[in-house]
């Protein structure tokens, strides 16, 4: 009786332990160490992403102050440009120079406008603002007061009342004779929509706001904040309270806000304004969300190894990790630099077409944003760089050729020269033909250096004033001091009347200096050098061609002035 019973429980046993019953097993056996160890992972990596989290936000927070600065920056460049504009010549012919050098492709400038010291718009981009009184702006007052770039914070346009925020930069930095003020109005939904990265994410807000606290920009999902002040918003009251307290350009904090939450803050300036991008990280709601990705990774993980034990894994390689590798291989060649790097849509299965259609999309349009951006920088370089007047290069494309032919005449242990050229007794020339004569007069100079620079492989630039310069690479004291001579009758051929000279025609004084750059020196020697030749060229009644010297002054790094 007994072996009957054991017999019938060997079948109910092996009926138990039937395949299918084997298999699980043969799966807990294999699946239960890597459940445990990718647990414990997890565990370990939930830390992590907390902290990573907070690193990514404060790095789109950096990022994004970036690009503001950016804007600000290209602000300030075309500011300045127009000053020059401004300083080289009369209103209605700046204004004329203005609206055609104007870019097309800076939409955030919604207008230039040159503005009188008593605060009257005189010329503009937009018509509807010439005679617009900005006197009583305080941007104005401060951009007159300090002499530099002013950006203002947030108002309201006077001629359609719309919210903006202004720029000035005054011409007098350029020249000081001059007292006008150029004056840029900035489109602020440019501002929002360079900060769109920043939108949509759970549990951040994301907002730019000036001096006083009042939003100037923000990403789509926080767009109803813009023009409202932090401190009429109660949970982001005590965000701007902690943002604007502390005087660092840059900085994270943690606190606990007024409604119990544990929040991280990011914050920085954009370089050249008043203004903060303040990035606000509530850690509760990122938390929750990644314990929701931790559950949901468990379960991932339960059945793909379930999976695995199938024989799915062969059609997840071709279904999902072979896709997703040439999408990345594809990517990567394009963060490398390769902008033709496109998805083929045909290799892919079908649910990974829109991704690879979005991807090719946002390739296409960053290729061309790197075009137009390269573009406008060659533009603005340009621009800065070449005196509108003479059509020569200005004092700061001089200063930067100069650094050029230094660097390289010190490599090659070659000679450099320089002419000081000074028109002779041109402010008598001005007082008695008037401005628009006396600008005539720099332009015919200017075309005339111009040619001689040609002729002899220099760089002829226009120094600021009636004064000029002409730098010579490999070129000995005697050859300097021949094309000194040549400046000096080619500018007596011209003739100009100048009926106050006592040769009644426009002659120039020039100053030579000859050296060999050495790491002792700096290029300024060479700038002191020939405008101490000039200096001495006018002492000797002008219309004079004088060196340096040809005595050697060799200082301790062994250069001779005009050796």
Not at 428 to 439: A, I, K, M, S, V
Request: with cysteine.
């Amino acid at each position: 009786m007994s072996g009957v019973t054991f017999n019938r429980n060997r079948i109910k046993l092996k009926k138990l332990m039937g395949i299918r019953a084997r298999l699980v097993m043969l799966a807990l056996l294999v699946v239960a160490p890597l459940m445990l160890d990718r647990v414990r992972t997890l565990e370990n990596d939930r830390a992590k992403q907390i902290a990573q989290a907070a690193k990514e936000y404060a790095n789109l927070t950096h990022h994004a102050a970036e690009t503001q600065r950016e804007v600000v920056s290209s602000v300030e460049t075309m500011l300045k440009s127009a000053a020059y504009i401004r300083a080289s010549g009369g209103i209605a012919r700046s204004c004329e120079v203005l609206r055609a050098s104007l870019p097309t492709n800076l939409p955030w400038i919604r207008s230039i406008m040159f503005v009188s010291a008593d605060g009257l718009v005189q010329c503009s981009t937009l018509n509807i603002q010439v005679g617009l009184d900005l006197g009583d702006r305080s941007y104005f007052r401060k951009a007159r007061q300090t002499g530099g770039f002013v950006f203002s914070d947030y108002l309201f346009g006077k001629t359609n009342g719309r919210p903006m925020m202004m720029a000035a930069y005054p011409v007098a930095a350029i020249n000081p004779e001059h007292d006008a003020v150029v004056v840029a109005g900035i489109n602020i939904d440019w501002l929002s929509q360079i900060m769109t990265n920043l939108g949509g994410r759970p549990g951040m807000s994301a907002v730019l706001v000036d001096s006083t606290g009042v939003v100037i920009a923000a990403p789509a999902d926080h767009a109803s904040l813009i023009g409202r002040s932090l401190d009429t918003v109660p949970l982001m009251a005590a965000i701007a309270e902690k943002a604007l307290s502390f005087d660092e350009p840059s900085g994270s904090v943690s606190f606990t806000a007024s409604d119990g939450t544990q929040r991280t803050l990011s914050f920085a300036r954009i370089a050249g304004t008043q203004s903060r991008l303040i990035v606000s990280m509530d850690e509760a709601e990122v938390t929750a969300a990644i314990n929701q990705a931790i559950r949901t990774a468990y379960l991932e993980l339960a059945f793909a190894c379930l999976f695995v034990l199938f024989g799915a894994l062969v059609g997840a390689e071709k279904l999902i990790i072979n896709p997703i590798e040439l999408m990345t291989g594809m990517a990567r060649r394009f963060g490398e630099g390769d902008w033709s790097a496109r998805v083929v849509k045909h290799r892919l299965p079908s649910e990974f077409i829109p991704l690879a259609r979005a991807f090719n999309t946002m390739a296409a349009q960053l290729s061309q944003r790197e075009r137009e951006l390269v573009a406008t920088n060659d533009s603005l370089t340009v621009m800065a760089s070449i005196d509108m007047l003479s059509g020569l290069g200005n004092r700061r494309g001089f200063q930067g050729r100069l650094d050029f032919e230094w660097m390289r005449a010190q490599q090659y242990g070659s000679e450099l020269s320089l002419l000081m050229i000074d028109v002779d007794h041109f402010k008598l020339f001005n007082d008695t033909y008037g401005h628009p004569e006396g600008d005539a007069c720099l332009a015919r100079i200017g075309e005339t250096l111009a040619g001689i620079a040609a002729d002899t492989m220099g760089f002829a630039a226009r120094y600021g004033g009636e004064e000029f310069c002409l730098l010579l690479p490999n070129t000995g004291p005697a050859r300097a001091l021949a094309i000194g001579e040549t400046v000096r009758t080619a500018v007596l051929g011209l003739g100009l009347p100048h009926r106050t000279s006592s040769h009644a025609i426009v002659t120039v004084s020039v100053g030579v200096a000859t050296g060999k750059p050495t790491d002792a020196l700096r290029p300024g020697d060479l700038i002191e050098a020939a405008d101490a030749a000039l200096y001495a060229a006018k002492h000797r009644g002008r219309n004079a061609v004088v060196d340096h010297g040809f005595v050697q002054m060799v200082d301790e790094a062994g250069m001779a002035l005009a050796s």
